[in-house]
């Protein structure tokens, strides 16, 4: 008569270890949950991301005015290039609206004032090994509800083989060109570094 009773123990003892590890996973799968539903909110803010711009409320629209090539060196295609990209880059990574207006609340014109190809790093028996191009962005900022005026530059060096010609190097290096001075531009100017 005990046997049953033992037995009846044992189940109950059982179940209720059973239950209590259900629950336990429960909690857990809710918890795990949660936190990977919070990671993919986070994760698709896209936009609004936390490397993103930091704007004043009140500046809403940009101007974005061509950018003129100054330097002694013209290479035709850079200069609308960075126009191009810097316009992109602007409008999809900040809610400011693009106008040509002359009351925009940011104003941003700029000029190439520096392309300059040069044989200076490895030199080694009489030849130089690497040649570099350094190109120069003078930016002007309008903000007009301030009243203000921010000029700055931005100076990026590429390094090349010398082996490469100067169109050769800027057939291959332009991409990275436009991508890194358009990045400094834009974080002058929207992040405060």
Excluded at 88 to 108: F, M, S, V
């Amino acid at each position: 008569m005990k046997e049953p009773f033992i037995e009846k123990l044992k189940n109950t003892t059982l179940k209720n270890n059973f239950f209590q590890l259900l629950n336990r996973f429960q909690k857990t799968a809710i918890i795990v949950s949660l936190l990977a539903l919070a990671l993919a909110l986070l994760a698709g803010c896209g936009v609004y991301s936390f490397r993103d711009a930091v704007i004043p409320d009140n500046i809403k629209t940009v101007k974005i005015g061509f950018i003129e090539n100054r330097a002694r060196y013209v290479n035709p295609q850079l200069a609308p290039l960075l126009n191009d990209k810097l316009q992109q880059k602007i409008l999809g990574q900040t809610k400011l609206i693009r106008t040509n207006a002359d009351d925009a609340h940011y104003q941003i014109f700029a000029s190439i004032t520096n392309y300059d190809p040069t044989q200076t790093v490895g030199v080694s028996a009489q030849q130089a090994s690497t040649n570099r191009l350094t190109v120069t962005v003078h930016v002007v900022l309008r903000k007009t509800l301030e009243n203000k005026e921010v000029e700055f530059d931005v100076t990026r060096n590429f390094d090349f083989a010398a082996s490469l010609t100067l169109n050769q190097a800027e057939g291959q290096l332009m991409e990275e060109i436009v991508r890194n001075i358009t990045d400094d531009i834009f974080n002058q100017i929207f992040s405060n570094w």
